[in-house]
């Protein structure tokens, strides 16, 4: 199982970008899906999250700004980032749980995409 991310670049504050995180290979089932993201010198932190059933849970920093989405059809999770701010700055991480040629999910994790928000 991949995980591909596309969507990162630079952007002026204020701005909007669209993540993109597609899983491929063998899958039977994804349940949780998330997106985190490390600053330069700050800890990875969680940004968003979205279960099988479309509940979600935003970190307190991008609430109102961020929304994300997914689409199971595709195995593919979605963050709309809008009023991006310098502070938005970090590499983006996909995440999901998914239930591959094994019995029990598995955390697979993206390679990360480039977020930068200029002032």
């Known amino acids: 199982v991949q995980l591909v991310e596309s969507g990162g670049g630079l952007v002026q504050a204020g701005g909007s970008l669209r993540l993109s995180c597609t899983a491929s290979g063998t899958i039977f089932s994804i349940s949780n899906m998330g997106w985190y993201r490390r600053a330069p010198g700050k800890q990875r932190e969680l940004v968003a999250g979205?279960?099988?059933?479309?509940?979600?849970d935003y970190a307190d920093s991008v609430k109102g700004r961020f929304t994300i989405s997914r689409d199971s059809a595709k195995n593919t999770v979605y963050l709309q980032m809008n009023s991006l701010i310098p502070e938005d700055t970090a590499v983006y991480y996909c995440?999901?749980?998914?239930?591959?040629?094994?019995?029990?999910?598995?955390?697979?994790w993206g390679q990360g995409t480039q977020v930068t928000v200029s002032s």
């Open positions: 979205i279960t099988s059933n479309g509940s979600t």
């Open positions: 995440t999901m749980k998914i239930k591959g040629g094994s019995s029990w999910y598995i955390d697979y």
